[in-house]
């Protein structure tokens, strides 16, 4: 479905990545894990169009995306829950949810989406006339969620869902995720810091560091997580990638 | 008491106008961070507009002799276009610009359509009636009001209601809302960037046509730069009204009228060649209680 090639961004003078690949299937979860700075951001970004790499390809079943820009990918089917939530904080949570369907064409079957996704999150029906900047963290990350369903996305990229939220919070926030996915038919790509909670819903895992993709295996083969934090670290791996950047 | 009061409505008036010419001017910074200095410039195009293109220092009445409801349409029309013309040579272009860039593109077109006019006009200031039978006084118990007063006031309001109406209820005024709020993240759900902010620069154009109109009406005359320091007030009202806000922007813009009509009204005589400066004074002070304007918003601070 999702296909990134060897792309490179740059920030000014700072490389953020530097030549990421990786593919996503139709129905996968897959996760993109690394620590702070590894580009992670950078890479769901440059997927939804927000960031230009100046270097490699990014195609949609087959179909570049380069050009398209944000508005058109979101078009396409595919939504960015990014990291920092995002909220539009002086509407009300009924206005942040609506601005997400003006784009759709199917104007008939928004109505129905929309009972659909809110029966999801009780909370947000409760507050839905508050605006969206008085809600709680959790609360937010709830409607920024929600919000991107409404774009009727094919594939929903997820930018560190579990950042800032109690622990309780998180668990609620990827039953939801699941819940959605299963109902929606969604493929997940999502970013975190750690595997832990990851590891047990992802089908696969990749582990940047550095701009650079470390380490690509099924979750199958990752659980005793060893090698997840080799590649996280980079314990003996060290010497060989600063030659490169240096290169 | 009556003198006072006169007072009053002559500040509400003038407040109208630098509330209008500051609507328009927030509305654009909300959306673009673009501090559009050409703003004073679409104003004087809805003025020259209305008038037969010649050197004369009598200028004759073109389409400002129409029937009003035919040439409000197509005054506003004409500079409609002027504004999203400028959007798509000057501003669309450089959208990843930093504001002080586009601030100083502002610049560039306002340059251009002034000597533009002055090469189709003439650099004179031109005498020109519109509306004349407006100036009739209407009296309210010792009150006299230029029932063109009680219009501006009127429309400045109906105007204000409508603009809310529109960001309130409309599918558009919501998209406008989001994307001056984070205009990334509104493109992210498929808003379309390039739209909004052609909106945004139709809706400016037509908040300019009314001061242009009620403004011509009010002075009777046209002068190449006669936009320049309604724009400039309306910078002004933006700022202590708080950059971003549009109700900072009406809030700005009658406070600057008020200081300057009551500065007009009470400052020793010698005194009142430097009003402006007095008025400047005043903003000064009021920002240095309040930098961040009278009603501060997040999303100027938050912005990326
Ligand atoms: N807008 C930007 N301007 C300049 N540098 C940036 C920008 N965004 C990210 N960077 C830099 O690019 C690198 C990659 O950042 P990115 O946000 O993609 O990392 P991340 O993996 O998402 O980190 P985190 O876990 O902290 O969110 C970092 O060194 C970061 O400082
Ligand atoms: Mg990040």
């Given at each position: 479905?999702?296909?990134?090639?060897?792309?490179?961004?740059?920030?000014?003078?700072?490389?953020?990545?530097?030549?990421?690949?990786?593919?996503?299937?139709?129905?996968?979860?897959?996760?993109?894990?690394?620590?702070?700075?590894?580009?992670?951001?950078?890479?769901?970004?440059?997927?939804?169009?927000?960031?230009?790499?100046?270097?490699?390809?990014?195609?949609?079943?087959?179909?570049?995306?380069?050009?398209?820009?944000?508005?058109?990918?979101?078009?396409?089917?595919?939504?960015?829950?990014?990291?920092?939530?995002?909220?539009?904080?002086?509407?009300?949570?009924?206005?942040?949810?609506?601005?997400?369907?003006?784009?759709?064409?199917?104007?008939?079957?928004?109505?129905?989406?929309?009972?659909?996704?809110?029966?999801?999150?009780?909370?947000?029906?409760?507050?839905?006339?508050?605006?969206?900047?008085?809600?709680?963290?959790?609360?937010?990350?709830?409607?920024?969620?929600?919000?991107?369903?409404?774009?009727?996305?094919?594939?929903?990229?997820?930018?560190?869902?579990?950042?800032?939220?109690?622990?309780?919070?998180?668990?609620?926030?990827?039953?939801?995720?699941?819940?959605?996915?299963?109902?929606?038919?969604?493929?997940?790509?999502?970013?975190?810091?750690?595997?832990?909670?990851?590891?047990?819903?992802?089908?696969?895992?990749?582990?940047?560091?550095?701009?650079?993709?470390?380490?690509?295996?099924?979750?199958?083969?990752?659980?005793?997580?060893?090698?997840?934090?080799?590649?996280?670290?980079?314990?003996?791996?060290?010497?060989?990638?600063?030659?490169?950047?240096?290169? | 008491?009556?003198?006072?009061?006169?007072?009053?409505?002559?500040?509400?008036?003038?407040?109208?106008?630098?509330?209008?010419?500051?609507?328009?001017?927030?509305?654009?910074?909300?959306?673009?961070?673009?501090?559009?200095?050409?703003?004073?410039?679409?104003?004087?195009?809805?003025?020259?507009?209305?008038?037969?293109?010649?050197?004369?220092?009598?200028?004759?009445?073109?389409?400002?002799?129409?029937?009003?409801?035919?040439?409000?349409?197509?005054?506003?029309?004409?500079?409609?276009?002027?504004?999203?013309?400028?959007?798509?040579?000057?501003?669309?272009?450089?959208?990843?610009?930093?504001?002080?860039?586009?601030?100083?593109?502002?610049?560039?077109?306002?340059?251009?359509?002034?000597?533009?006019?002055?090469?189709?006009?003439?650099?004179?200031?031109?005498?020109?009636?519109?509306?004349?039978?407006?100036?009739?006084?209407?009296?309210?118990?010792e009150l006299r009001v230029p029932l063109l007063q009680i219009i501006t006031?009127?429309?400045?309001?109906?105007?204000?209601?409508?603009?809310?109406?529109?960001?309130?209820?409309?599918?558009?005024?919501?998209?406008?809302?989001?994307?001056?709020?984070?205009?990334?993240?509104?493109?992210?759900?498929?808003?379309?960037?390039?739209?909004?902010?052609?909106?945004?620069?139709?809706?400016?154009?037509?908040?300019?046509?009314?001061?242009?109109?009620?403004?011509?009406?009010?002075?009777?005359?046209?002068?190449?730069?006669?936009?320049?320091?309604?724009?400039?007030?309306?910078?002004?009202?933006?700022?202590?009204?708080?950059?971003?806000?549009?109700?900072?922007?009406?809030?700005?813009?009658?406070?600057?009228?008020?200081?300057?009509?009551?500065?007009?009204?009470?400052?020793?005589?010698?005194?009142?060649?430097?009003?402006?400066?007095?008025?400047?004074?005043?903003?000064?002070?009021?920002?240095?209680?309040?930098?961040?304007?009278?009603?501060?918003?997040?999303?100027?601070?938050?912005?990326?």
């Amino acid at each position: 479905m999702l296909d990134v090639n060897d792309i490179h961004v740059t920030y000014g003078r700072l490389r953020a990545l530097k030549g990421v690949s990786l593919s996503v299937k139709e129905g996968e979860i897959v996760c993109l894990i690394g620590p702070n700075g590894a580009g992670k951001s950078t890479t769901l970004a440059s997927i939804a169009g927000g960031v230009t790499p100046h270097r490699g390809t990014i195609s949609l079943e087959g179909k570049p995306l380069a050009g398209v820009g944000p508005e058109g990918i979101a078009r396409l089917g595919v939504s960015l829950v990014p990291e920092g939530r995002h909220v539009f904080g002086a509407l009300t949570v009924a206005e942040n949810l609506r601005v997400a369907t003006y784009m759709r064409k199917d104007r008939s079957a928004i109505a129905a989406d929309y009972d659909r996704v809110l029966a999801l999150f009780p909370r947000l029906q409760e507050r839905i006339g508050s605006p969206g900047g008085r809600l709680s963290g959790g609360e937010q990350q709830m409607l920024v969620i929600a919000r991107a369903l409404l774009t009727k996305p094919r594939l929903l990229l997820v930018d560190e869902p579990s950042l800032g939220l109690a622990p309780k919070i998180v668990d609620q926030v990827y039953d939801i995720l699941l819940a959605a996915r299963k109902m929606e038919g969604l493929t997940l790509l999502i970013n975190e810091q750690s595997s832990h909670r990851i590891l047990k819903h992802a089908d696969r895992i990749y582990v940047i560091r550095g701009g650079h993709i470390q380490l690509h295996d099924t979750a199958a083969n990752l659980q005793d997580g060893e090698a997840i934090k080799r590649a996280y670290f980079g314990f003996g791996e060290e010497a060989a990638i600063d030659e490169e950047d240096a290169a | 008491m009556i003198g006072l009061l006169q007072n009053l409505v002559d500040a509400a008036n003038l407040g109208s106008l630098y509330a209008l010419a500051a609507l328009g001017v927030g509305l654009l910074f909300g959306i673009l961070r673009l501090v559009n200095f050409a703003h004073g410039d679409f104003i004087s195009i809805g003025a020259y507009a209305l008038i037969v293109p010649s050197f004369e220092v009598t200028a004759q009445l073109f389409i400002g002799e129409w029937n009003w409801a035919l040439m409000i349409p197509t005054v506003t029309l004409i500079v409609v276009i002027v504004a999203l013309i400028s959007d798509a040579l000057v501003f669309q272009p450089l959208r990843r610009a930093s504001a002080p860039t586009l601030m100083i593109a502002s610049f560039a077109v306002s340059y251009v359509i002034q000597n533009g006019i002055l090469m189709i006009y003439g650099a004179r200031p031109k005498a020109a009636n519109l509306w004349s039978g407006l100036d009739t006084p209407i009296l309210l118990g010792e009150l006299r009001v230029p029932l063109l007063q009680i219009i501006t006031i009127g429309v400045t309001l109906a105007l204000m209601v409508a603009l809310t109406l529109f960001l309130k209820q409309t599918r558009y005024g919501v998209m406008m809302r989001a994307a001056a709020e984070d205009f990334r993240m509104a493109q992210y759900l498929g808003v379309n960037g390039n739209f909004v902010i052609g909106l945004a620069f139709a809706i400016s154009g037509i908040l300019a046509t009314a001061v242009s109109l009620l403004y011509l009406s009010q002075t009777g005359t046209l002068a190449p730069t006669m936009g320049v320091p309604l724009a400039l007030f309306a910078f002004v009202a933006t700022v202590i009204g708080g950059m971003g806000s549009l109700l900072g922007a009406v809030v700005g813009g009658f406070l600057v009228g008020f200081i300057v009509i009551m500065l007009q009204a009470y400052l020793p005589e010698d005194l009142r060649p430097f009003r402006d400066a007095f008025a400047f004074t005043f903003v000064i002070l009021i920002l240095l209680v309040r930098p961040s304007g009278i009603v501060p918003t997040r999303a100027f601070i938050e912005r990326v």
